[in-house]
């Protein structure tokens, strides 16, 4: 298993770093043709098809992963309702683009939104094939389908910058992007869909899937609540600084996060029944990805401001702030995450969606009462919500494996607090050293990664000690 899960995360990280790392290079592209303003377009737009997303997956995708056992009728009526669905979902964006225009006083979010929809279509046609394909374990045709689509979508989106196709440009990029890795998902898995589909079978991966479709439909107008009330309340500009900010923060701690939890929900769904070596095996995965994930959210908060004066035009300066503190609620996304996983892995969904309602109840309560306060005030509130759902996020663990919260923030505390001092170390070094800001940068880097490590060894940090076991293991035996 440890083979298994080693190998799935490797290949999903070469995804991460390739189309991530590439797309990461266009959108750095994209800042310095396109305005703030076109950015905070897309944001807006963007909630209707995330919830679309979601209401089409409907949880059957991963009901497919999780389940022991799948009939190719299994398969084939899963795909029959994500098109179905599909085709309800688009109904409801195009007839609602209107209105949604009029929410933000953005007459051309109505042609936006009703192309950008298209997206759920496309996205429909390929949510078996990679349910097929993480069951099987196989995350390289999965990597090369999203690298293939990143790239090729990402170069003919900067054409159509260049142009001047404006905030166009980035609608070509997602479509371009689904489509391609839909198609390259297809040539990827032999399985083709049969004209026939059962009741019995949608009913069955259904009634684990509808908790996790509660909770997506929750999780999408949560996540992006933010957005709306910042487009409804500030402008276009402040909406793209806030919207670059929180992208570059999920890029590094939700993708990091997701190429593990996407290797490893298929191998450990075969221990579900089995509670002591599960815990075992999440305890270690915690570990491990919170050495690695906080002093990169620590690095970066700490360096944000010579990073955007290297790589983005001075109209970004303003969301400097705004992802100092996204670094704070990236660096305790693991715990989230890894625990909402071990709910899917016991077959617990319910559970799933009551921890959601919790927690965004809380949440959406802390973002309203922050308006008053601007958009850092609202950003605050979500360093403030992040920390506060910790309790429920770690009650159902505790109650199903014996992962309690006081043993989880044992095992995170001294890499986040290592992360911290690390991250203060690069920003003050950045600040003193006057000489040129790449070299400026790299010494700051540098001067971070040296102090985290050194203060990982002073204080054994339970992932450090993983890794350096497996290296001396491998290479000095």
Known sequence: MNRKIGVGVLW?????????????????????????????????????FELANAFVNSGLGAALIRSKQVSDLDLSTVF???????????????FSAPYIATFYSQPELTSLVRVMG????????????VAILSRNMNFKHQMKANTLGVVVSGCL???????GWGVWSLVVQMLGSALISAIVLWFASAWRPSMSASSESFGRLFSFGKNLLGEGLLSVLYQNSYVLVIGKFFSAEITGLYFIAKKISNLLSQQLTGAVQQATYPALSTLQNDNASLLLKYRQIM???MF????VMGLLGGMAPTLFELLFDPAWSGAVPYLQLLCIVGALYPLHALN????NVKGRSDLVLKVGLVKKAVNLTLLFLAI??????????????????LVPNTYYSAKLVNYTFFTQILDVAKPFFSALLAGFMAWWVSETVNIWEEVAFLIAGLAGVILYLFLCALLRVEGAVVVYSKIKREYFR
Request: glycine share 4%; charged share 5%.
């Open 12 to 48: 999903n990280l070469a995804s991460l770093f390739v189309s991530r790392g590439a797309s990461t290079l266009f959108m750095l592209f994209f800042a310095r043709i396109l305005a703030p303003e076109a950015f905070g377009l897309v944001a807006m737009a963007t909630i209707v």
């Open 80 to 94: 029959h309702a994500n098109l179905l669905l599909s085709l309800l979902a688009y109904s409801l964006i195009y």
């Open 118 to 129: 298209l997206v759920v279509f496309i996205n429909a046609t390929k949510i078996v094939q």
């Open 157 to 163: 989106a900067l054409a159509a910058a260049w142009i």
């Open 287 to 289: 570990q491990l990805m």
């Open 292 to 295: 690695v994930i906080a002093p």
């Open 340 to 343: 909402m996983n071990l709910l």
């Open 372 to 389: 008053p306060y601007g958009v850092m005030g609202i950003v605050v509130s979500q360093v403030l919500g992040s920390i506060l759902a």
